[in-house]
């Protein structure tokens, strides 16, 4: 094995897996589609849109407050969610949670 491939073999084996790695920050432009940025984030956990249980919970009619969803956002929960405050800004944020709290079943 040559020089150059066992060093592309160990560099691409200490890379951390896109699994890993936190989705880079969202615009903060005023124009983001919430429910877009909820489906291609928050979505993999929260099925429905937030309307069902999936890996996390439901999220629709949730009992929490908002400091509380803020501060899960922020910090995530060890073993079971990840932080988003490097993510989003306090804006987008207070937008999710406004999507959180204007969720309502599907008609029909």
Same mark, same amino acid.
Request: aromatic share 8%; glycine share 8%.
């Given at each position: 094995m ?5 060093? @592309?073999l ?6 951390p897996?896109?699994?890993q790695q936190p989705?880079p920050?969202?615009?903060?432009s *005023?124009?983001?589609?919430?429910g877009?940025? +909820?489906?291609t984030t928050?979505?993999?956990?929260h099925?429905d849109g $937030?309307? @069902?249980a999936?890996? *996390?919970p439901?999220? /629709? ?6 400091? +509380?969803i803020r501060?899960?956002?922020?910090? $995530?929960?060890e073993g079971? /969610?990840? @932080? +988003?405050g490097?993510? +989003?800004?306090?804006a987008q944020?207070?937008d ?5 709290? @204007?969720?309502?079943p599907?008609? $029909?």
């Open positions: 040559s020089t150059s491939t066992l060093a @592309a160990l560099t691409i084996s200490v890379l897996s896109r699994a989705p920050p969202a615009p903060d *005023g124009q983001v589609d919430v877009q940025l +909820f489906a928050c979505g993999w956990c099925s $937030g309307r @069902a999936g890996k *996390g439901q999220l /629709m009619d949730t009992k929490r407050d908002d400091d +509380f501060n899960r956002i922020k910090n $995530g929960k079971a /969610m990840p @932080a +988003f490097e993510t +989003f800004s306090d944020i207070d999710i949670i406004k999507y959180i709290r @204007a969720l309502k599907h008609e $029909g």
